[in-house]
Nanobody, 119 residues
Framework: QVQLVESGGGLVQAGGSLKLSCAAS????????WRWYRQAPGKQRDLVAV???????NYVDSVKGRFTISRDNAKSTVYLQMNSLKPEDTALYYCNALIRSGFGTRDYWGQGTQVTVSS
């Protein structure tokens, strides 16, 4: 069984920082791209950032220059460093990865971690 476990969410004031982590566990052979999504109440789940297996990164325009996605392949972990946080960043953040494991190749999702930014 492959699992993604997230951590690092919390309550922070506007202008503050948080660092999210998402660790994969199980019989993993390889992890392709990692993605971070977020979903605010009453809204759809949106892609925030992606990092490829070759460490290329892309961000949604609203977080460019403030968020940084990175990965540690040895630890099967992805990070999202979030700086200069704004109230509109408040959402449930999910990690996602395409993983090749003993169970085949498929998408996996974390359980979500809440980020709340107060004004």
């Amino acid at each position: 069984q492959v699992q993604l476990v997230e951590s690092g969410g919390g309550l922070v004031q506007a202008g503050g920082s948080l660092k999210l982590s998402c660790a994969a566990s199980g019989r993993i052979f390889s992890i392709n791209a990692w993605r971070w999504y977020r979903q605010a109440p009453g809204k759809q789940r949106d892609l925030v950032a992606v990092i490829s297996s070759g460490d290329s990164t892309n961000y949604v325009d609203s977080v460019k220059g403030r968020f940084t996605i990175s990965r540690d392949n040895a630890k099967s972990t992805v990070y999202l460093q979030m700086n200069s946080l704004k109230p509109e960043d408040t959402a449930l953040y999910y990690c996602n990865a395409l993983i090749r494991s003993g169970f085949g190749t498929r998408d996996y999702w974390g359980q979500g971690t809440q980020v709340t930014v107060s004004s």
